[in-house]
């Protein structure tokens, strides 16, 4: 009998500690283990991996990393979770699993990881999910501590991550992550697959990073201009980029677009060019 065989059903596990899910937390949990399985294959979990998941709740995902034969590391800020994670780790070789009580965007995660290289595998509870992956995007020194991230998030979220310009999903997300990482759709799933059923569709999202993003600029730049060409999106760009410390007028003629255009309108290089017209500071009067 394998280990994750000798583990009770996770529906057991979850009436035995009281783990209903919270919606301040949230909580949806994923308890099909042919769909946690379905993960680890898109993830490409194999034996030796590290694998960082976040969230774990009752265990669910974690028994396919392990089964797959990763050593994972996982936060989890539920307390009431803690019991039953001990009892996955109990099933498996010691250090197999490491479970850290706390909050995911206050982890050091390299420290935590023994500065070693990892994937990252979560179903990621929803308040925090986007937080998390823009922290990850952001990560510096580049290429980042994470060698994948393969995600669950609703899928108006997922969509915005493969989004092409001209498109109701494009958006700042869409730039910041494409512009350091290829992103791909893997797969959605049904409400119906997690307890409580959410009111949205999910989808397992994977992004790998770029060694050297093929837009070279500064990524506070990025952020600056992407934040005031999406925060009025639907204004032309010589309106929204009003206010900056280098004219609108003299950005978009050193970018070479056209002033009539919008934010929905450029593709990534487009904006790696705007923040590299921002860097070059104002004209010489």
């Given amino acids: ?3 994750v065989d000798s583990l009770p059903p996770l529906r057991e596990v979850i009436a035995r500690h009281g783990l209903a899910a919270r919606k301040s937390l949230g909580q949806n949990f994923l308890l099909d283990l042919n769909i946690t399985a379905r993960i680890a294959r898109a993830a490409g979990i194999g034996p030796g991996d590290l694998v960082y998941e976040v969230g774990p709740g009752p265990g669910g995902l974690t028994r396919a990393l392990l089964a ?3 050593t994972v590391v996982a936060v989890e800020r539920d307390e009431r979770c803690l019991a039953a994670l001990a009892e996955v780790a109990a099933a498996y070789a010691p250090g197999r699993l490491t479970v850290i ?3 995911a965007l206050e982890i050091d995660e390299p420290a935590v990881l023994g500065h070693r290289p990892a994937k990252v595998v979560a179903n990621l509870p929803y308040n925090v999910g986007t937080a998390l992956l823009i922290r990850w995007l952001s990560a510096g020194p580049w290429p980042p501590w994470w060698q994948s991230l393969t ?3 609703q899928r108006e979220v997922a969509d915005r991550l493969t989004a092409a310009p001209r498109s109701d999903a494009y958006s700042r997300l869409t730039v910041l992550a494409q512009w350091r990482a290829q992103a791909r759709h893997h797969f959605d799933l049904s409400p119906k697959a997690f307890v409580p059923p959410p009111k949205v569709t999910s989808t397992v999202v994977g992004l790998v990073p770029l060694a050297v993003p093929p837009h070279p600029c500064r990524l ?7 934040a005031n060409a999406f925060g009025q999106r639907r204004k ?3 309106q929204s980029l009003k206010g900056l410390a280098v004219p609108a007028e003299t950005l978009l003629e050193r970018a070479g677009i056209v002033p009539t255009a919008r934010a929905e309108e450029l ?3 487009a904006f790696a060019r705007l923040a590299r017209a921002l860097d070059q500071g104002p004209a010489p009067s």
């Fill in 1 to 3: 009998m394998s280990a």
């Fill in 68 to 70: 797959a034969g990763a």
């Fill in 101 to 103: 009580p706390g909050d």
């Fill in 151 to 153: 995600l669950m998030f």
């Fill in 220 to 226: 506070g730049a990025l952020e600056v201009v992407t």
């Fill in 236 to 238: 032309m760009l010589r």
């Fill in 267 to 269: 593709d990534v290089a």
